[in-house]
């Protein structure tokens, strides 16, 4: 008796030690280590499986405008990744006529913001977003408070016994999804990186910056993709998002991060220190990806850290966090506190 219980023990210890998120095996990650409570958090979020991936991927609508075909010179022509599951958000740009002191964007109420860095006046002819139609409208009124968008939250519902299988789903408001029954995972839609193991991935991982930087050194966008999930742990479509985001973010910023922090040191990976200016306003480089690759990366990804009520890397407003308490969807934890 005592060798089987010995043995069974054994297994219990083997298939722990074997449960990784990316390159690391879960009991092991330093930050979890120290913060048993979302030690066992990251246990359950990992073990969960959602079963309406697709459909919440197809409710993004990203084919509407990239078409893309299955000709490699489609491929080439909208930058959709080979054999990807997703679709490019920053194809095709879109543009509108140039207006010397065009103020208004179509179909909007609110004037162009401006931080010119969010789009590109060509040739005084026309200007172009880094986005899709779709997204660019979208972003711009995710920043008017009170708007559709920015009030909207997305949220998940085990739909067995064992809290494993889910659906997520995005509602119109907090209160329409807590009214309904489901538990709000984070803030504003859903998309391709709102699985509760990629909020695994987030949490345990609270700077990604070194490994993400790593994956997407890679030369093609299927390495960074398969970088991205065999070494982070993000899931595959989340990972096909990064992917997009950090392509984009090497054509549309490499100019400025060069001049921001010199070629030997992007080379060298010696990026360290502040995101912020003794201003606190973000430095150039970073200020470039959250603007130009930002919007198609939180339309098609949907969970961000902060938006996931989780501290980013890079200094935020306390406004800026939305408070979501994780432990709520499981039924042993569902008393626990997050912000503790």
Same mark, same amino acid.
């Given at each position: 008796?005592?060798?089987?219980?010995?043995?069974?023990?054994?297994?219990?210890?083997?298939?722990?030690?074997?449960?990784?998120?990316?390159?690391?095996?879960?009991?092991?990650?330093?930050?979890?280590?120290?913060?048993?409570?979302?030690?066992?958090?990251?246990?359950?979020?990992?073990?969960?499986?959602?079963?309406?991936?697709?459909?919440?991927?197809?409710?993004?609508?990203?084919?509407?405008?990239?078409?893309?075909?299955?000709?490699?010179k489609?491929?080439?022509?909208?930058?959709?990744?080979?054999?990807?599951?997703?679709?490019?958000?920053?194809?095709?740009?879109?543009?509108?006529?140039?207006?010397?002191?065009?103020?208004?964007?179509?179909?909007?109420?609110?004037?162009?913001?401006?931080?010119?860095?969010?789009?590109?006046?060509?040739?005084?002819?026309?200007?172009?977003?880094?986005?899709?139609?779709?997204?660019?409208?979208?972003?711009?009124?995710?920043?008017?408070?009170?708007?559709d968008?920015?009030?909207?939250?997305?949220?998940?519902?085990?739909?067995? $016994?064992? %809290? +494993?299988?889910?659906?997520? =789903?995005?509602?119109?408001?907090? *209160? @329409?999804? &807590?009214?309904?029954?489901? #538990?709000?995972?984070?803030?504003?839609?859903?998309?391709?990186?709102?699985?509760?193991?990629?909020?695994?991935?987030?949490?345990?991982?609270?700077?990604?910056?070194?490994?993400?930087?790593?994956?997407?050194?890679?030369?093609?966008?299927?390495?960074?993709?398969?970088?991205?999930?065999?070494?982070?742990?993000?899931?595959?479509?989340?990972?096909?998002?990064?992917?997009?985001?950090?392509?984009?973010?090497?054509?549309?910023?490499?100019g400025?991060?060069?001049?921001?922090?010199?070629?030997?040191?992007?080379l060298?990976?010696?990026?360290?220190?502040? $995101?912020? %200016? +003794?201003?606190?306003?973000? =430095?150039?480089?970073?200020?470039? *990806? @959250?603007? &130009?690759?930002?919007?198609? #990366?939180?339309?098609?990804?949907?969970?961000?850290?902060?938006?996931?009520?989780?501290?980013?890397?890079?200094?935020r407003?306390?406004?800026e966090?939305?408070?979501?308490?994780?432990?709520?969807?499981?039924?042993?934890?569902?008393?626990?506190?997050?912000?503790?």
């Open positions: 008796m005592n060798l089987y219980i010995y043995a069974l023990l054994s297994l219990i210890v083997f298939e722990v030690k074997a449960q990784k998120i990316g390159e690391h095996s879960l009991i092991n990650i330093a930050f979890l280590k120290k913060n048993p409570k979302k030690m066992e958090l990251a246990k359950l979020l990992w073990r969960t499986e959602p079963v309406n991936v697709d459909e919440i991927y197809n409710q993004l609508g990203l084919e509407k405008e990239n078409k893309g075909n299955f000709k490699l489609g491929r080439l022509a909208l930058r959709n990744g080979i054999g990807f599951k997703t679709r490019n958000p920053y194809f095709p740009r879109y543009s509108i006529e140039y207006k010397k002191g065009i103020k208004r964007f179509p179909g909007l109420k609110d004037p162009i913001k401006k931080r010119k860095i969010e789009f590109e006046v060509k040739r005084k002819k026309t200007i172009k977003f880094y986005n899709q139609e779709q997204i660019t409208s979208w972003f711009l009124n995710l920043e008017k408070s009170g708007s968008e920015s009030r909207e939250v997305c949220a998940i519902k085990f739909i067995d $016994n064992s %809290d +494993k299988k889910y659906k997520f =789903k995005t509602f119109k408001n907090a *209160d @329409e999804a &807590r009214k309904s029954g489901w #538990f709000i995972t984070h803030k504003y839609k859903c998309g391709t990186c709102s699985s509760l193991k990629d909020l695994a991935v987030y949490m345990a991982k609270p700077d990604l910056t070194d490994p993400v930087r790593f994956c997407t050194k890679k030369p093609t966008l299927k390495m960074i993709k398969s970088c991205l999930m065999n070494k982070v742990g993000f899931s595959e479509r989340c990972s096909e998002s990064w992917t997009y985001n950090a392509d984009h973010t090497k054509k549309r910023c490499m400025i991060c060069m001049k921001d922090y010199g070629l030997v040191n992007i060298t990976n010696n990026m360290q220190g502040s $995101n912020v %200016d +003794k201003d606190g306003n973000l =430095k150039p480089c970073i200020a470039c *990806d @959250e603007y &130009r690759s930002g919007p198609g #990366f939180k339309y098609a990804a949907a969970r961000t850290r902060r938006w996931s009520g989780l501290v980013s890397a890079i200094k407003g306390s406004g966090v939305y408070k979501v308490n994780h432990f709520k969807y499981f039924k042993k934890t569902k008393d626990w506190k997050w912000f503790d």
